[in-house]
């Protein structure tokens, strides 16, 4: 089932991909099918990847779906899986009682009770660690970190314990955590609560990381992840919590390495996750005013990096832009550029560019802060010098 | 029997601060000053150390240790004793495979402290959990973890009980619920906690109740780990959320070089227990009978979900910090002391004496231990190396992880893939 959404306004689900396929040639083969009708409304379709055994028909949805702001779709996946499994549970400062600082808990306690949605003092590396060991014997925590930026303090429990005790311990105990936390560079938040912890994490072995960026992909994404065997850590954006879209009736769950084809395009791969993604589909109404065809995939999974869709994309394409929030040093993107030279080196035909957010603690002023993450202007630019 | 708990809110005011490089006096028969209520502050905390014990057995306040625990059959005793000399034992072996080359990096050896281990985790049921630090070989022995899977483990074959993958400070088991294995001090109290809280969630949520009552976690740590944020944050939660856990300090009095006494404003940590509201206990932790009675009431306090209780066991290393660590900041006066405290030795002295065994019967105890160890030896030596093939299992419970394929590269060319880890 594909879904629409945008920052500004909702639009109707798109037709769903054939059930039975492989996700990636389903993928393919919904992508010709929608852009036809992507361009001529020229509205901004999104359409996310979809396993090949969801609920889906190809002909139309079961049901119109229902209206939800990207924090409620999360909680949709939370309240979902903890009524299926009782050994969910949620661990977090403020999730229980005063349902979450960005109400991603809301009304969880009263329906699940106050052990299964444990207020935590403030203690984010012990809170963290009880995770662990709470999952060694059998639960499946998702450990909230108030602010990613929080979860700093809990790196020695996410990077010894977390991710790697299935391995020290031969493989006999797993860890099925879910660790979540809006992160990014909001409205002046400060340097503190502008972080953003994907470059921070991406060595650990052991983990896995994903990014949220549309209520759609949230809540299939969540689902995804509590019920991983491995340790997730799912990225939110403190920007996109209220964003709308229409998401289906249906269960419906994501695939965790899996990236999703925004804006299908013949002329560059945009490699982009989380808030960038809106910045980079901005940019591409302008792009297309100007005769380019940009392809946009949100990678989603920032570790493993769905590779499989981005090497088409760039055989494809020849030319590829990465536009992320994290810091030019030791970003994600840098992990992705040097990812993509060592496979696909012989299918670009220029070298490929990387927009990051400035290497300085974001400031508090408007317009310094601006100045940090990366605008549409300079995705146009770019994309205008890439293809030269 | 009266209750630590009783005592334990009226903690003896005997000061613990013992300079650097002072010895301890031998400690007097005490008084019951353990159990008098304090009824003025102490003009001074830096005093001459008594070893204060918990003394839960009323009426036998001023008696000599050997009396005091009658309680003890003779099948425990020889329980007691053949554990602490499995672990003595064991450990010497793993001196020796060391400076041999079969052994290799940190080890951290646990000579002298056997009591604690052997007091504590014997009191346990199989699906009660050990957490410990990276002193760990012990705790496992005595959890259960047979000695050939804990050698081939030090010697990082694919036998061991972590498939070579832990060494040392990693020791896991699954099937012993011995819960590891740490390398940095005090990130094993939150997975203990965990594992606490696991319990109590087993019990009011999934509505699984054990016969006895909660499962118990035993969380194992030092004296240098009682300065640690995650000791007291633990502390904290476990006593918030009444979760059934003992946390035993084995209080050794030394932190590879740095003595408590050096890094602690107040060395008394057992006092630490009461500011969280949960019982604090010391005691002598060169003898295993009184380890074990307070072992067994604080087990049996978190069994029936009255909460946690830290315990501060007085104990010493014999060896150095590892078998890296040259140990030349402790004074001879001060290891001759505790060498004279050896808990086997005090307990098989406590055998004979009340005629709970013969000599002989010990010494074929140790001699059945020796060949227990020589064999978990023998057996390491002949256990194959993990392959190169083994490098990449285990990274992930769920291999989907890796995005890497067998052959190094990226999977990108496999779309099965990307076909995800969730079952709708």
């Known amino acids: 089932m594909a879904a629409a959404s945008s920052l500004h306004a909702t639009a109707a689900p798109v037709a769903a991909a054939a059930a039975g ?24 379709v999104a359409r996310a990847a ?77 809170f963290t660690g009880m995770g662990v060991g709470a999952a060694m014997k059998g639960l499946r925590p998702v450990i909230e970190g108030m602010n990613m930026g929080f979860l700093l303090l809990a790196y020695n429990q996410i990077s010894n314990n977390c991710g790697m005790l299935h391995y020290t311990s031969g493989g006999q105990f797993k860890i099925p955590v879910v660790i979540r936390g809006p992160g990014g560079v909001g409205r002046q938040l400060g340097a503190e609560h502008s972080q953003r912890l994907e470059s921070y994490f991406q060595s650990i072995p052991g983990l896995q990381m994903v990014a ?30 209220n964003l709308k879209e229409k998401i289906p009736d249906e269960e419906y769950v994501l695939c965790l390495e899996e990236a999703e084809m925004v804006r299908p395009g013949e002329h560059v791969t945009i490699l982009t996750y989380s808030r960038m993604r809106y910045h980079v589909m901005q940019a591409a109404k302008t792009l297309v005013n100007k005769g380019y065809d940009p392809e946009v995939i949100d990678i989603r999974s920032l570790k493993p990096f769905d590779l499989h869709t981005i090497g088409n994309s760039i055989k494809k394409t020849h030319r590829v832009l990465i536009v992320e929030e994290c810091m030019r040093t030791g970003g994600i993107g840098a992990s992705l550029r040097s990812a993509i030279i060592d496979n696909f080196w012989d299918y670009l035909d220029a070298p490929i560019m990387c927009l990051s957010s400035q290497d300085v603690p974001t400031p508090y002023a408007a317009p310094l802060e601006d100045a940090t993450v990366v605008q549409p202007a300079q995705i146009v630019a770019a994309v205008e010098q890439i293809c030269q | 029997m009266a209750s630590f708990t009783a005592a334990a809110k009226f903690l003896a005011p005997v000061a613990a601060a013992r300079s650097g490089g002072d010895s301890r006096a031998p400690p007097p028969p005490f008084p019951s000053a353990s159990l008098r209520p304090r009824r003025k502050p102490a003009p001074s905390r830096l005093r001459t150390v008594l070893a204060v014990s918990s003394d839960v057995l009323s009426g036998n306040k001023s008696a000599p240790a050997a009396a005091a625990h009658s309680a003890v059959t003779r099948e425990e005793a020889l329980e007691l004793y053949e554990d602490m000399v499995l672990g003595r034992i064991f450990e010497d072996m793993c001196a020796q495979m060391y400076y041999r080359g079969k052994m290799f990096g940190f080890v951290h050896l646990y000579n002298g402290q056997e009591a604690v281990s052997t007091g504590f985790i014997k009191q346990l049921n199989q699906a009660d959990c050990v957490v410990s630090t990276y002193r760990d070989h012990v705790h496992a022995l005595s959890k259960g973890v047979p000695a050939r899977s804990v050698m081939a483990e030090l010697f990082g074959k694919a036998t061991g009980c972590c ?53 118990v976690t035993l969380a194992f740590f030092g004296d240098g780990t009682c300065n640690n944020g995650q000791f007291f944050e633990c502390l904290n939660m476990a006593q918030l959320w009444k979760l059934p856990i003992v946390f035993v300090v084995e209080n050794n009095l030394w932190a590879i070089g740095m003595s408590h006494l050096r890094a602690t404003s107040d060395p008394e940590i057992y006092k630490k227990g009461p500011a969280f509201g949960m019982p604090g206990v010391h005691v002598d932790g060169m003898d ?36 890296a660590d040259p140990d030349e900041l402790r004074k001879p006066d001060e290891k001759s002391h505790y060498a004279a405290r050896d808990p086997i030795t005090a307990l098989k002295k406590y055998i004979i004496e009340q005629n709970l065994a013969t000599e002989s019967e010990l010494k074929s105890i140790e001699k059945k231990i020796d060949d227990v160890v020589e064999e978990a030896v023998e057996f390491a030596d002949a256990s194959p190396l993990p392959p190169r093939s083994q490098l990449l299992e285990n990274v992930f419970s769920d291999p989907k992880g890796f995005g890497i394929g067998p052959d190094g590269k990226y999977r990108c060319e496999d779309p099965l893939f990307t076909q995800g880890t969730a079952q709708v």
Do not use: W
């Open chain 2, 163 to 215: 498939r070579g993958q832990g060494g040392s400070m990693h020791m896991f088991s699954a099937p012993h619920n011995l819960l590891g294995g740490f390398a940095f001090i005090g990130e094993g109290i939150p997975v203990a906690t965990g594992a606490a809280f696991a319990a109590k969630y087993r019990h009011e949520v999934l509505k699984e109740s054990g016969p006895d009552g909660l499962d």
């Open chain 1, 212 to 241: 949220c960026s549309t209520p759609y992909n949230a809540k299939g994404l969540m689902k995804a992840a509590i019920r991983s065997e491995n340790p997730v850590v799912l990225f939110e954006h403190v920007l996109l919590y």
């Open chain 1, 21 to 44: 396929s492989r996700s990636v040639s389903a993928a393919r083969s919904v992508r010709v099918a929608g852009s036809g009708a992507a361009r001529a409304g020229g509205r901004m």
């Open chain 2, 288 to 323: 295993v009978l009184k380890v074990r009675e307070v072992a067994k009431e604080a087990i049996e306090r978190a069994r029936r979900g009255e909460g946690p209780t830290l315990v501060e066991c007085e104990t010493y290393r014999f060896r150095g910090h590892s078998l």
């Open chain 1, 50 to 126: 979809t396993k090949a055994d969801s609920p889906a028909s190809a002909a139309s949805s079961k049901s119109d779906g229902h209206e939800v702001l990207l924090f409620e779709a999360l909680r949709e996946a939370l309240i979902e899986e903890m009524k299926v499994d009782p050994t969910v549970c949620v661990f977090g400062e403020d999730v229980g009682h005063y349902g979450g600082s960005y109400k991603v808990t809301k009304g969880l306690a009263d329906m699940f009770g106050d052990l299964r949605v444990l207020d935590t003092p403030i203690a984010e590396n012990s």
